[in-house]
C-alpha cells in the first residue's frame, strides 16, 4: 500500500529540514521515527541517557596535601608566618599550581572555575624612600587549558579570596588544565629582610580548589 507523504519536488531541488521531520511523521507512528519534540514529556531524562551524554565534572576541593602553594617556598621565614616566596626565592614570572588531566572530555563547552585565599606583603609596594602611600601589589591568577589562556585576572591583593573562571568550546579527548600565579614587581628599595635575619614573607595562596564542568548537549 502506497504511504501518503508531505515530500514534494520543488524549483531548483531545495529543501527545507521540516520536510524530513514531515515524511517521518507521515509514514508511521513507531516511535522509532519521532523526532524529540514529539516525544512524551520527561522521556529524555538522565535515567535514559549514557553516563556523561549531557555533562562531567571534574574537581579537587584541596590542591595537594595541604591547598597551598609547594612549589615556590622559603624556609628562611619567621617561625609565625606562612612558608610563602621571598624576594630571594621569587622568580617573577608565571609559576604553576598544579596541573591536571581532564580524561574523557568529549568535545563541547568546557568551563573551569579556581579559588583561592591570596596573601600579598604591601611592604614590596611602598618602600623605604617612597613618602607616599603605596598601591597594593596583586597576586596574578591565570587558567590554562591545553595551553591556552582560558581566563586571567590581576588577582588579589593584600588578603584576601579570590576567584577566577572561564568557559570556551575545545574539541574532543584528554584535556590538560593548568592553574599558575605571578607575584606582582617589588619596589626596588624594599626590605628584604627582619631586623632578626629572617627573610620577608612576600606572597602565598593557600586554600586553593578548583572546578571543572563540561557540557555536551
Same mark, same amino acid.
Given at each position: 500500500?502506497?504511504?501518503?507523504?508531505?515530500?514534494?519536488? !520543488?524549483?531548483?531541488?531545495?529543501?527545507?529540514?521540516?520536510?524530513?521531520? #514531515?515524511?517521518?511523521?507521515?509514514?508511521?507512528?513507531? =516511535?522509532?521515527?519521532? #523526532?524529540? @519534540?514529539? =516525544?512524551?514529556?520527561?522521556?529524555?531524562?538522565?535515567? !535514559?541517557?549514557?553516563?556523561?551524554?549531557?555533562?562531567?565534572?571534574?574537581?579537587?576541593?584541596?590542591?595537594?596535601?595541604?591547598?597551598? &602553594?609547594?612549589?615556590?617556598?622559603?624556609?628562611?621565614?619567621?617561625?609565625?608566618? *606562612?612558608?610563602?616566596?621571598?624576594?630571594?626565592?621569587?622568580? +617573577?614570572?608565571?609559576?604553576?599550581?598544579?596541573?591536571?588531566?581532564?580524561?574523557?572530555?568529549?568535545?563541547?563547552?568546557?568551563?573551569?572555575?579556581?579559588?583561592?585565599?591570596?596573601?600579598?606583603?604591601?611592604?614590596?609596594?611602598?618602600?623605604?624612600?617612597?613618602?607616599?602611600?603605596?598601591?597594593?601589589?596583586? =597576586?596574578?591568577?591565570?587558567?590554562?587549558?591545553?595551553?591556552?589562556?582560558?581566563?586571567?585576572?590581576?588577582?588579589?591583593? $593584600?588578603?584576601?579570596?579570590?576567584?577566577?573562571?572561564?568557559? &570556551?568550546?575545545?574539541?574532543?579527548?584528554?584535556?590538560?588544565? @593548568?592553574?599558575? *600565579? !605571578? @607575584? +606582582? #614587581?617589588?619596589? &626596588?628599595?624594599?626590605?628584604?629582610?627582619?631586623?632578626?635575619?629572617?627573610?620577608?614573607?612576600?606572597?602565598?595562596? *593557600?586554600?586553593?580548589? *578548583? $572546578?571543572?564542568?563540561?557540557?555536551?548537549?
Amino acid at each position: 500500500m502506497k504511504k501518503w507523504t508531505q515530500l514534494e519536488a !520543488r524549483t531548483g531541488a531545495s529543501i527545507s529540514p521540516d520536510l524530513v521531520n #514531515d515524511e517521518l511523521r507521515a509514514q508511521q507512528s513507531s =516511535m522509532t521515527t519521532l #523526532d524529540r @519534540s514529539q =516525544m512524551p514529556s520527561g522521556f529524555v531524562n538522565a535515567a !535514559r541517557l549514557k553516563d556523561y551524554a549531557l555533562m562531567q565534572a571534574w574537581y579537587d576541593d584541596q590542591v595537594g596535601s595541604t591547598g597551598e &602553594q609547594t612549589n615556590e617556598q622559603d624556609t628562611g621565614v619567621p617561625t609565625a608566618a *606562612w612558608v610563602s616566596s621571598t624576594i630571594q626565592t621569587s622568580r +617573577g614570572s608565571w609559576r604553576t599550581l598544579v596541573t591536571e588531566t581532564l580524561a574523557g572530555f568529549r568535545g563541547g563547552s568546557l568551563y573551569v572555575e579556581w579559588s583561592a585565599n591570596v596573601y600579598v606583603n604591601n611592604i614590596f609596594a611602598n618602600g623605604l624612600n617612597d613618602g607616599s602611600p603605596g598601591s597594593p601589589n596583586y =597576586m596574578g591568577m591565570r587558567i590554562l587549558v591545553n595551553g591556552i589562556n582560558l581566563a586571567e585576572r590581576r588577582g588579589g591583593g $593584600l588578603h584576601q579570596q579570590c576567584r577566577i573562571f572561564g568557559s &570556551q568550546l575545545f574539541p574532543p579527548g584528554d584535556v590538560s588544565l @593548568s592553574l599558575q *600565579w !605571578r @607575584s +606582582g #614587581d617589588q619596589s &626596588q628599595d624594599a626590605a628584604q629582610t627582619t631586623s632578626g635575619g629572617s627573610r620577608v614573607p612576600y606572597g602565598h595562596l *593557600w586554600n586553593n580548589r *578548583w $572546578l571543572a564542568i563540561g557540557r555536551y548537549r
